[in-house]
T-cell receptor
């Protein structure tokens, strides 16, 4: 069974600084996706960034980037130039892909990291 | 991105009554919908997966007779909590995935259920 571990329950960062959230996962699969989701106080889940396991290049989305280390099964999220609106719970998630393509789509979430951006 | 709505956004009911939560995909056809449960300060736990026109697949430990899921159309799935009890109080979130889309699912805003 797959597991996702986020070892940092809470973190804080000063506005405009950079912060890195860690995530490790355990799987015997070779084909999968990894995601970071943001859940602000409104509790609406928002996709931040995704990474296909077969891609060696780390995904980036504006101020958000990941450090994907497949062999180490590590998937950290770096937030640059932190903004007050980045304050939220951040969840790392894993999705298995079928070897024949496609997926049932089940997401397995970590326990989350509560990020506070301070002015 | 695609929009998923949930109704109601919050509901309070008496113990023993049933509550229905609707999840709608507003601008795309959702071939698969997922129902999650989130306790305060905890992560999302998948309850069940439903494909349009098929019976839902429940995760281990989720009572299918208590949490009835119907996915009768490509834009609507419902979760009915039957004979609700205070321990069923939680935040319920649905998500939906379109046909042939493997790498993204769109989340509804969630429904807060409080059972008195």
């Amino acid at each position: 069974a797959q597991t996702v571990t986020q070892s940092q329950p809470e973190m804080s960062v000063q506005e405009a600084e950079t912060v890195t959230l860690s995530c490790t996962y355990d799987t015997s699969e070779n084909n999968y996706y990894l995601f970071w989701y943001k859940q602000p106080p409104s509790r609406q889940m928002i996709l931040v960034i995704r990474q296909e396991a077969y891609k060696q290049q780390n995904a980036t989305e504006n101020r958000f980037s990941v450090n994907f280390q497949k062999a180490a099964k590590s998937f950290s999220l770096k937030i640059s130039d932190s903004q007050l609106g980045d304050t939220a719970m951040y969840f790392c998630a894993f999705m298995r892909l079928s070897p024949y393509g496609g997926s049932q789509g089940n997401l397995i979430f970590g326990k989350g990291t509560k990020l506070s951006v301070k002015p | 991105g695609a929009v998923v709505s949930q109704h109601p956004s919050w509901v309070i009911c008496k113990s023993g009554t049933s509550v229905k939560i609707e999840c709608r995909s507003l601008d795309f056809q959702a071939t698969t919908m997922f129902w999650y449960r989130q306790f305060p300060k905890q992560s999302l736990m998948l309850m069940a997966t439903s494909n349009e026109g098929s019976k839902a697949t429940y995760e281990q430990g989720v009572e299918k007779d208590k949490f009835l899921i119907n996915h009768a159309s490509l834009t609507l799935s419902t979760l009915t909590v039957t004979s609700a009890h205070p321990e069923d109080s939680s935040f319920y979130i649905c998500s939906a995935r379109g046909r042939g889309v493997w790498d993204e699912q769109f989340f509804g805003p969630g429904t807060r259920l409080t059972v008195l």
